[in-house]
């Protein structure tokens, strides 16, 4: 019998990359190579006709310049984002803290699946039910404020608070997701540590800043960075909360997913879209790297 | 031996022919419209009469949500997947013409003359350039919808033939309990039908149009403009009969009179079967109020249309343009009426008086012939310009005649740069 020459490590490893280059050539087909076609589609004006694509060089990138709803939908976006993530973070972590402290598995389970229901209901249902609820006329949150002797909101309406009762929206749609990453982050941290601490005189406070704090810190990160991406994408949520007036009243809700989706197949203006899309990759790479940098630290004990 | 092979390949060259002849004699074409209960049954029926009649001839119907529908027909063309005919409207023609995905209809197959003839005046808004890019099944005006019984509780006789009526109405129509309305006169809807309302309507019964006859100018911005616009405007500002978004939802207006809170609308002869279906409550239509008794009437037309795209060539092309000619032909349109509630294109059908006499078509079927489409350029741009102007006032507290030429400078903008 003739012994292979390769060790059985290197089998594996070998078999293994066969099975990656799969999703590899997925990733790079299906995913990489149509954002550099938007690349390269960002310097042509759009035909259905790709001999009829009249190369217009970085006019489209000069037009953004001028374009005030790119500077508006940027603005919105950022925005969105600023509210949107931190107010994510800390719920999701005041949540998931409580759901811990919650002893009794099966009832830590209903909770964690009450919580989770949201991100797992349509976005059309979701926008449905609140602009009911926000309702001036007939809502039960100005019948709450009423209550309390404060005057009633249009919440969706008046152009000043449109963009914060859409984040708000958004954070409780993906509460229930980002309390089961936090939970689970919370049931990695070994007992001892808080024992061991405890036995040293720390009091809850301390332990909450000085272990659980820095264990979280890998949750921390991967849910900032996702949840930052999330929010600079969005687009469901706001076309569903403002169905025939997308992205308004008065452009007060318009994001950049929302504009690049209006002027390519509102207008079949692709190259432009495609232009902003591209300004929008790029300011995502930007936030996720310097996120990754600033907020990625290892911490062992 | 020579001959035998000399006959062997005339029996191959005739065998082939036979099989390519075959081949062309069957074609499939591909239709593309949105999903709409009556109208996918209604144009599966009308396939069906059509490929009975055109045994070589076979049409694949295809539908998408409304909300995914011109982003799919957006990347598929170019992919070369899409529809050889396929269903948009009528404000989408310039932009889609522009960037390719539509071909004009070849002129001996369908004759720009005859259908200036046959179809009402609106369908003209299908053609640029001089060229027809589709043609339409069926129309649609704009009415005032109200409820008869809300009507009469209020003591009001009969539906308001004036603006200065209509408010009048509106106020009787309007209950309000503290801060919160419980009934409101007029659904007013910026982004439903009412910027139409302002441009097409109230503009042109103050005596002005929305644009130069080469369509490059903007010409709302005169006083008459201003004048239709504030009185739009002063509906919710002074009169208070109605506010916008009384009921939440896409349709809210709507929603609202059906649920009969809502005294009168102004919708769309697409809306008649919703109402109908969903309002438990006598109520009427009536056609749109005029500034006095006696003065220019003015309504708001739009159509859906059948156009051709770049994927039907050749054998492809001849069996898409059969296909437009059958779902716009009388025959087509009169079962269309009957099916899904839309007014027939062809002028002499709308000429049957037992359609303008009918109670709720009428009204619709009488402003046909003055209604006109307002030539887009970029349908969804265009509307959000009325749409702002209005929010700016009735939100912001702007002044209407600062709002009015934030509208006017922003459209000149659209026309400017689509037809640079």
Redesign the interface.
Known sequence: MKRSRLSLATREALWAYAFLLIPLAFFLFIRIWPAFQALWLSLYD?????A?RAFVGLEHYAQMAQDPLIARSLRNTLLYTLIGVPAQLVLGLGIALLLNAVTRERLRDVFRAIYFAPYVTPAVAVA?VF??M?????GVVNEMLRAVGL??Q?F????SLALPTVTAVVVWQNLGFQVVLFLAGLQNIPRDYYEAARIDGADGRQLFRHITLPLLNPVMVFSAVIGTIAFLQLFTQV?NLS???QG????STLTVALYI??V???????GYAAAITVLLFAIILLITLVQLRLLSRRVEY | MLRSFVRARALWAGLLAFGLMSAQAQVTITYWQYDFKSKIEAIDELIKRFEAANPGIKVVHQTFPYDAYQQKVGSSIPAGQGPDVVNLFYGWLPTWVKAGYLVPLPENLVSPKQVDNDFVSMAQSAKMGGKYYGLPTAVRSLALFYNKDLFQQAGISKPPRTWAEFFEAGKKLTVKQGDRYTQIGYGISPDGQDHHLVREVLLRQMGGRPYSDDGRKVLFGGAEGLKAFTMYTDWVKKHGIGIPSFFPGNNGYRDGFIAGKIGMIIDGSFAIGTIRSGAKFNWGVAELPVEKVGGRKANFGSFWLHGITPLAKGPKLEASVKLLNFITSAEAQRYWLEKVGELPARKDLIKDPKLSLDPVYGPFILSLSYAKATPFVDEAAQRTVIVNAINRVLLQNMDPAQSWKIAVEEEQKILDSFYK
């Open positions: 759009w035909n259905a006709d790709p009829k449905w602009s009911w926000l309702s001036a006329n007939f005057p009633a249009d969706l309406r008046n152009p076309v169905f025939t007036d308004g009243p008065l452009h989706y209006q390519a197949f509102g207008r079949f203006d692709l």
